[in-house]
């Protein structure tokens, strides 16, 4: 006898990069959620989208789509910076890891960051870093990360 799947099952959310159409999905609601966003017209949202598109595989964004609400419900993305170092290295930084408050404990931010982990191993990087609150150190290190030196920011707005 087959029970009927519930809507936390793991078959309800899909991984996949960002679409043009994910704007409508709730993205850039879900992206402030995170930080500060602001409002962003249909046509900034695009021309970004191209913008990113063409870095290749130098930069990737991926979201989690609720496939029954038709709901972004988590991001992140990773950007490939080529070195000198390490025989001509890359390393993946990841940044913008966020998922919907009302879908949080369902291991989603895990799969975020196994999908971009993996991604940048699979395109030769020789790590992955990211920046992170004190808060969500102990998420990361259950994702694999360990602390190392000190973040340091300058902002210019």
Not at 25 to 48: H, M, P, W, Y
Not at 84 to 95: A, D, L, S
């Amino acid at each position: 006898m087959q029970t009927a799947k519930s809507p936390t099952e793991e078959s309800v959310f899909e991984i996949r990069k960002l679409e043009i159409s994910d704007k409508n999905k709730g993205f850039v609601d879900l992206l402030q959620q995170l930080t500060v966003c602001g409002a962003i017209s249909n046509e900034a949202f695009d021309e970004r989208f191209h913008e990113i598109a063409k870095c290749g595989d130098d930069h990737l964004i991926c979201v989690i789509e609720d496939k029954d609400l038709g709901k972004i419900v988590a991001t992140g993305s990773v950007f490939i910076e080529k070195k000198f170092i390490r025989n001509c290295g890359k390393v993946g930084h990841v940044e913008d890891v966020v998922v919907d408050s009302s879908v949080r404990g369902k291991k989603l931010g895990k799969k975020i960051i196994e999908f971009l982990s993996d991604y940048a191993r699979g395109i030769g990087c020789y790590k992955v870093i990211l920046d992170c609150s004190v808060d969500n150190v102990p998420f990361y290190e259950r994702c694999g990360f360990k602390q190392k030196e000190v973040q340091m920011v300058k902002y210019f707005i």
